[in-house]
Each structure stands twice: as structure tokens, then as C-alpha cells.
């Protein structure tokens, strides 16, 4: 099994590394998330210039056409720098549900508007009480004189504050789980904004009869929302290694310069060996986001690999933010310092689409779906 990137790869994640530490540091970043829209619209429109905005759109739709490799590396490279603009909630997951769902219509007149940095759909999905990776909704749609309507909530919605149009997931009147496009300022829709505790921001959205475009057929699309989940999963995953390997770094680095007893932090074992373990945690979760990644990369979106994956990459974050700001002391909990942001989003990711709880709740209920030998 080939674990090297390709020239290619490598060249995308060096691309993007560059662009992100020429306009990020720690003090830029607070002053970009303090302001509205809480992201860089400069930073933006230069994604676009590179192509990260279509990395998952079809060359045809004006995107690069990259798979979960690329998706991944340009995942970790956002991690590591904090960087707050919604790359993954209004480009890359609504752009992949418009390919998978929509219409050639609506692929030719959504696709290149993503990938150019001009418009900004937003997945809507989640409700109130939902347990990833199910499907089932209590948002309903409704069909009156030919005209589609939606009425119910969702929340949370991260980026639903910045988001020109939602891909609202609803109960068909005929059973199974349809995709709708709702326009954010229809009467029907109201959008109640909230900042989040990493720094980021999200909304509440509430449907009251909403009009509604269906996008694509009005079919079943439990399987595109299933797929579209575990693919938004392994996405976080990368990000999360990201911001464990830059918590690890600016950790390792505070131990050789911070001193104590006229000693460097790094000379006392018992810190050295907890720094190890910190990198333990980092490898596990990087080995679980590749399995993830390489697994949608031979076209296998699976729940229970998604569902690994996120407690293990869920249980080495929590870790490895908490012993970055213990090992900091009280620097670590200052928000002028930045490890404690890394923590911060780290807790965010653990809790979007299903926390470590949720996750092995769900592997234990499907342990009975693995083949058993006997011995």
C-alpha cells in the first residue's frame, strides 16, 4: 500500500500553507473573527484564485475535480491555521451535494458561481436532537398547486450567517428524505445568528412554509445526505489533525524556551514523556483521518469507518488540547495566546455531526454487523 503524495498533492498542500501563513497570524486572525463577516473576504476571493473554492467540483463545472486526498490535505493545512473562513460549509460539502443531486440545470447555474467564490449554499441538515449519521428528518415538505413548500428547523447551521441559499434536507410527502433550494430571504425563512464559542459563527434557521425548489428530482436522496455526512466527517477529522499538530508544536516549542529552576520545561521527564504521549494521540488520529479519507477515495462511504475515525480523532484532540494548555500553564487559557483557541475548535469539531459519545454508541450497535470467527 502506497502511502506517498504525489507531486501534485504536495504541491497543493504547500500551496495552500503559504497562502495561509502569508495572511495569518494569531493577532490577524482575532481581528478577522472579532469583525463581521467573521472570515476574510480577501482570504476568500484568493481561494478562489487557487482553486481550493472547486476542489471537489468537476472540471466540466469550473472545479479542479480533486478527490478526498487533496480534500484532506487542504483540510489539515486550514487546521493548522485556525483559519476561520468557511471553506468546508459553503464550497466543498454543498458543492459535492449539487453534483450528486442537482439537476444538469442547476449544476451548470450553482458549480462555477462555488468555485469562483461567488455564491455560498449552505448544507442544512441538522435538527435539534439528531444523531448522526441518521437521515431522518422532522422538516417537512409540501406540495400546493404545484409549488414546493418547507416548514421546520435547523440548528445548529455553521456559516447559515453567511450563506446565500440553503440546501434544506426535508420529509417528502410520500415518504423518504428530499433536498430543497431555499432562498434566505423568503418570508418564510427566518435566520437567527450566534457566535460559537471557537470563534466561528452559525445560525438557527426556522422554515414556516418556506418556497422551496426541489434540487434535482424530488426523490428519496437518503443516500446523497448519508454519503454527504460521512464525507463532512473525514473532512473534519483533517482539520482537527491540523490543529493537533500545531497545539503539539507550539507545546514542544514552550517547553524548550520556557524555563524553571533555571532549567528549560524540557530537562523535567515527566513533562517530555506527557509531550510523547500527546504525539501518540497525534499519530493515532492522523492514521484514522488517512483511513477515512482513503476510504471514500476507493468509493466507500461508510458510517462505521466515519464513526471510528471520529472517536478516535475526537478522544486525541480533547487529550492533546488539554494537555497543550496544562503543560502551558496559565499563558494557555489567555486569548491572547494561541493554544487556546486550537483547544477551543478542537471541542468544536469533537461535537459537530455526532461527539465521541455518539460515535461509539453506534459502533457498539453495529458490532454484530462484523463477520465472527470462532476460535
Not at 434544506?168 to 433536498?179: E, I, K, N, R
Not at 484532540?317 to 477551543?344: C, D, S
Amino acid at each position: 500500500m502506497d502511502f506517498e503524495f504525489t507531486t501534485e498533492q504536495d504541491m497543493l498542500r504547500d500551496t495552500v500553507r503559504s497562502v495561509l501563513t502569508r495572511h495569518y497570524t494569531h493577532e490577524r486572525r482575532a481581528t478577522v473573527v472579532a469583525t463581521d463577516p467573521g472570515w476574510d473576504p480577501q482570504v476568500w476571493s484568493t481561494f478562489a484564485e487557487i482553486g481550493l473554492l472547486g476542489l471537489t467540483i468537476p472540471a466540466d463545472d469550473g472545479g479542479l475535480d480533486a478527490g478526498p486526498i487533496e480534500t484532506m490535505l487542504v483540510l489539515e493545512e486550514l487546521g493548522r491555521a485556525l483559519a476561520p473562513e468557511p471553506v468546508l460549509d459553503c464550497a466543498l460539502i454543498p458543492g459535492a451535494v449539487i453534483t450528486r443531486a442537482g439537476s444538469a440545470q442547476q449544476r451548470k447555474q450553482l458549480l462555477p458561481g462555488i468555485a469562483a467564490g461567488e455564491r455560498r449554499p449552505v448544507f442544512a441538515h441538522v435538527e435539534p436532537g439528531m444523531r448522526p449519521p441518521s437521515a431522518a428528518v422532522s422538516t417537512r415538505a409540501t406540495r400546493d398547486d404545484g409549488s414546493w413548500r418547507v416548514t421546520g428547523r435547523k440548528h445548529p447551521v455553521a456559516a447559515a450567517d453567511s450563506a446565500d441559499q440553503f440546501i434544506v434536507s426535508a420529509a417528502l410527502p410520500d415518504g423518504g428524505t428530499g433536498l430543497f433550494l431555499v432562498e434566505p430571504t423568503d418570508p418564510g425563512v427566518t435566520v437567527t445568528a450566534f457566535r460559537t464559542h471557537d470563534g466561528r459563527r452559525g445560525a438557527d434557521l426556522t422554515f414556516d412554509g418556506a418556497a422551496a425548489e426541489p434540487l434535482g428530482n424530488p426523490v428519496d436522496a437518503a443516500d446523497v445526505i448519508g454519503e454527504t455526512i460521512v464525507t463532512a466527517q473525514a473532512a473534519l477529522g483533517a482539520e482537527a489533525v491540523g490543529a493537533m499538530s500545531e497545539s503539539l508544536r507550539l507545546t514542544t516549542e514552550y517547553l524548550g524556551t520556557r524555563k524553571q529552576f533555571g532549567v528549560a520545561l524540557r530537562a523535567f521527564q515527566t513533562l517530555t514523556h506527557r509531550a510523547a504521549d500527546m504525539y501518540v494521540s497525534l499519530e493515532l488520529a492522523r492514521s484514522m483521518s488517512l483511513y477515512a479519507s482513503m476510504s471514500l477515495a476507493d468509493g466507500i462511504a461508510d458510517p462505521l469507518v466515519a464513526a471510528r475515525a471520529k472517536l478516535r480523532i475526537g478522544r486525541s484532540g480533547r487529550h492533546i488540547g488539554q494537555e497543550a494548555i496544562q503543560m502551558h500553564g496559565g499563558i494557555g487559557m489567555t486569548a491572547e495566546y494561541p493554544v487556546g483557541h486550537y483547544t477551543a475548535r478542537l471541542t468544536a469539531i469533537e461535537h459537530t455531526l455526532g461527539d465521541s459519545s455518539d460515535h461509539l454508541r453506534y459502533l457498539t450497535a453495529h458490532v454484530t454487523d462484523h463477520q465472527l470467527a470462532e476460535i
